[in-house]
């Protein structure tokens, strides 16, 4: 007769057990990092170029118009408070001009009323100026339209008149600030108009004002006529030197163009 045997299981044996162990690391939220995932390398690209800090624009520094207006401060100075003699050289006669005194004149003033005013103006568009221009094209502006004021002012004027001032090289760098920068923009235009018709009217009394104290020496009539030239000329010459500058730069343009 059949039996059944019970089956006997074999004994399991334990696996031995191996330590794991996990290193984690905690993920803090930062300003500076950030996680991206892009399939398209273009837009990942785009969103790393958008996390460097931007670049800082040079800053553009304005020093030589305070040189500028430094010097006519000097001159001003040795002038009427040292009382010293070698500075009436500087000042442009008619009669005998020497070549030297067609630029010294345009630093030297004949009253504090003459000096400050050119000074405010000096110191607004010679900023504008050297800002686009740099400190060599301020100097020579200011040079140029300084100088050609005073050589039309001898060229028309009475032998007995004297020049002196900077309000010749004041309008010169009003045309150029404003032609370096004009567009056909309503606002830029009214901007310019209101800010001229000012400009004129403050340096013309600056300049009737100073006609006072060197009327009793050379005549009023004369010297109020070498204002008016001066201011005329000096802007002129100032439209002149822009598109003189303005045709010699693009002529290489136009030469690389037909190449």
């Known amino acids: 007769m059949p039996m059944a045997m019970p089956l006997s299981t074999p004994p399991l044996i334990p696996l031995p057990r191996l330590p794991l162990k996990l290193k984690t690391s905690p993920i803090t939220p930062t300003t500076s990092s950030r996680l991206l995932c892009k399939f398209n390398d273009s837009d990942m690209t785009s969103q790393l170029e958008m996390l460097k800090p931007e670049g800082k624009k040079p800053e553009k520094h304005a020093n030589g118009i305070f040189w500028i207006l430094l010097l006519n401060l000097g001159i001003y100075v040795a002038d009427h408070v040292f009382q010293v003699r070698a500075v009436k050289a500087l000042y442009l006669y008619h009669n005998r001009p020497a070549w030297y005194q067609f630029v010294t004149a345009t630093f030297c003033h004949f009253n504090w009323n003459h000096l400050s005013s050119n000074l405010f103006f000096l110191y607004i568009f010679g900023k504008l100026v050297e800002e686009e221009e740099g400190n060599f094209g301020l100097w020579l502006s200011y040079i140029l339209t300084g100088a050609g004021a005073n ?13 002196v001032g900077a309000s010749g090289a004041v309008f010169g760098l009003f045309a150029i600030s404003v032609l370096v920068k004009m567009s056909w923009d309503w606002r830029k235009i009214l901007e310019v108009l209101v800010l001229g018709q000012f400009v004129i009217e403050r ?15 050379h005549g009023g009539s004369a010297l109020q006529n070498v204002n008016h030239i001066a201011h005329l ?18 002529e290489p343009d136009a030469q690389n163009n037909k190449k």
């Open 151 to 163: 050589l039309v002012s001898w060229l028309i004027l009475p032998r007995n008149a004297v020049s």
């Open 233 to 250: 000329s000096g802007a002129l010459i100032g439209v002149a030197l822009i598109w003189l500058l303005s045709g010699i730069s693009t």
């Open 203 to 217: 340096v013309m009394e600056a300049a009737q004002a100073s006609t006072g104290l060197a009327g009793g020496i």
